[in-house]
């Protein structure tokens, strides 16, 4: 069983900053890309930020130049520095990761379970 768990959400305010970060542990031979992403109610889950095994990443155009991801492989870890922080960043942020068990298996996707961020004025 993989389970990925995010940490770092809660209350600040505008113009503050927040850490995520999200650990997968379990059955866990490699991990591929990794992502975050969020979610207001009534709206759809958006992307936020991914990252490849070599550390490649893509941004969505409401976060760049604020927020970082970036990874620990030795810790099987996903990081979100997020900086400048906006009252429409408030949101549940999930991380998801590409599992791979064995070196004969195939990468299965797998989600944490959320973390709130709060943006005040």
């Known amino acids: 069983q993989v389970q990925l768990v995010e940490s770092g959400g809660g209350l600040v305010q505008a113009g503050g900053s927040l850490r995520l970060s999200c650990a997968a542990s379990?059955?866990?031979?490699?991990?591929?890309?990794m992502g975050w992403y969020r979610q207001v109610p009534g709206k759809q889950r958006e992307l936020v930020a991914t990252i490849t095994s070599g550390g490649s990443t893509n941004s969505a155009d409401s976060v760049k130049g604020r927020f970082t991801i970036s990874r620990d492989n030795a810790k099987n870890t996903v990081l979100l520095q997020m900086n400048s922080l906006k009252l429409e960043d408030t949101a549940v942020y999930y991380c998801n990761a590409q599992v791979q068990y064995t070196t004969l298996s195939r990468f299965y996707t797998y989600w944490g379970q959320g973390t709130q961020v709060t943006v005040s004025s």
């Open positions: 379990g059955r866990i031979f490699s991990i591929n890309d």
